[in-house]
């Protein structure tokens, strides 16, 4: 039987956006070995996979604390002995990549953004080019999210274009995101973001413009959904966010394993990111689940909304337009917003679906392994 490994910087990742993956590979037959920080989500893989915990600073900048990641990889590689690895995630696909070229073990990586780290140019961010330069010869695969990412390691010469390839992000389950009726008990209308409380997320740029809107309307609420100081250096704190609560601006609903009753609830799903999206998944589950949208113009979001068709861009920290697209939204009517709700779905059953990535993933392996 043949070992494929999954290595990822938290458990939660792969629970929440590779586990129909990893379960196909497991029905083909394949053994599944999972490798990742023991995070909350390790107890329900290790109850279905062989599992094993590594050490990962996902944001530190430490060269010890890295080199013994990439140790361990070493030590565990050795032992496990996987015929591919499958990596996601930075410091995965850098130092995993690098054990197993030393190991002449093939990997497939999976750029799934590129984050904080590329959008102030600055010297970790020259040292993390140099180790993706480095490492990605070893990699016998690598697959982008969005073209952005993909053109800025051409352009860089970071990657062999002939290793590479664009998935449409990471896909998302139809199935399980489908549209939700909720009938409505009151007029208010509902923005909802969600994400991890960064400021690189846009957040700020959404409580600025929920501000601007209350002072023209009475009957709309701005939501908040994801988790408070995380482990990021652009984490907004909790005392911030309760300010916000307290003021009246927004209403923090915390944070949830099951995004669909709130999506089903919300009029419209924004998120005015400036992160360096891979592709948001909350953006694919909003859509697929007939929301509109409303979310920037830049790198990943871009991707899932056609100006005016499912959603509206706004311009990137610009509160004003931010603004202006959300005023826009709450005057359409309501059988129009419906209609790009629909038309967000039908977007995410033509490109979106987990399946086409899953296939993808199925067919690389199957070319390794022949």
Do not use: H
């Not at 053994?31 to 599992?51: H, M, N, R, S």
């Not at 080019?129 to 952005?148: E, G, M, R, T, V």
């Not at 959603?311 to 337009?321: E, N, S, T």
Request: charged share 30%; aromatic share 10%; net charge positive.
């Amino acid at each position: 039987m043949k070992k494929i490994v999954i290595s990822s910087n938290t458990a939660w990742s792969i629970y929440n956006f590779r586990l129909n993956l990893i379960r196909i590979l497991k029905e083909e037959g394949y053994e599944i070995i999972i490798v990742a920080p023991y995070d909350e989500c390790a107890k329900k893989l290790k109850g279905e996979f062989e599992y094993y915990d590594i050490f990962i600073n996902n944001k530190g900048t430490n060269p010890f604390e890295d080199i013994k990641t990439f140790m361990q990889y070493c030590k565990l590689y050795k032992k496990l002995k996987p015929d591919i690895v499958l990596n996601f995630t930075i410091k995965p696909n850098i130092y995993g990549t690098l054990a197993c070229g030393l190991l002449n073990i093939k990997t497939i990586n999976n750029i799934t953004g590129l984050g904080t780290l590329f959008i102030n140019q600055n010297l970790v961010t020259k040292i993390v080019k140099y180790l993706y330069k480095i490492s990605q010869k070893k990699a016998a695969k690598i697959f982008f999210q969005n073209k952005d990412d993909f053109y800025l390691f051409i352009n860089e010469k970071l990657v062999d274009k002939n290793k590479c390839d664009i998935l449409p992000g990471s896909g998302v389950d139809v199935k399980k995101f489908k549209p939700i009726e909720v009938k409505k008990k009151d007029n208010i209308f509902r923005f909802l973001l969600i994400a991890r409380m960064l400021w690189d997320k846009g957040v700020g740029e959404y409580v600025e413009a929920a501000k601007i809107i209350k002072q023209k309307y009475q009957n709309v609420e701005f939501q908040l959904l994801g988790p408070i100081g995380v482990d990021n250096p652009k984490a907004i704190s909790k005392d911030q966010i309760d300010k916000w609560v307290k003021e009246g601006i927004v209403n923090y609903l915390g944070v949830t394993d099951d995004v669909r009753e709130y999506i089903a609830r919300a009029d419209c799903i924004v998120l005015p990111s400036y992160y360096r999206e891979g592709i948001p998944r909350t953006l694919l589950e909003a859509a697929s689940m007939e929301k509109p949208i409303i979310t920037t113009n830049s790198v990943g979001c871009k991707e899932v909304v056609d100006d005016g068709i499912n959603g509206f861009l706004c311009r990137v920290k610009d509160v004003r337009d931010l603004a202006d697209k959300m005023e826009k939204m709450m005057n359409l009517d309501e059988e129009e917003r419906k209609k790009m709700g629909k038309r967000g779905r039908k977007k995410v059953l033509r490109k979106f679906d987990e399946k086409i990535i899953i296939e993808r993933y199925l067919s690389v392996i199957r070319s390794m392994l022949r």
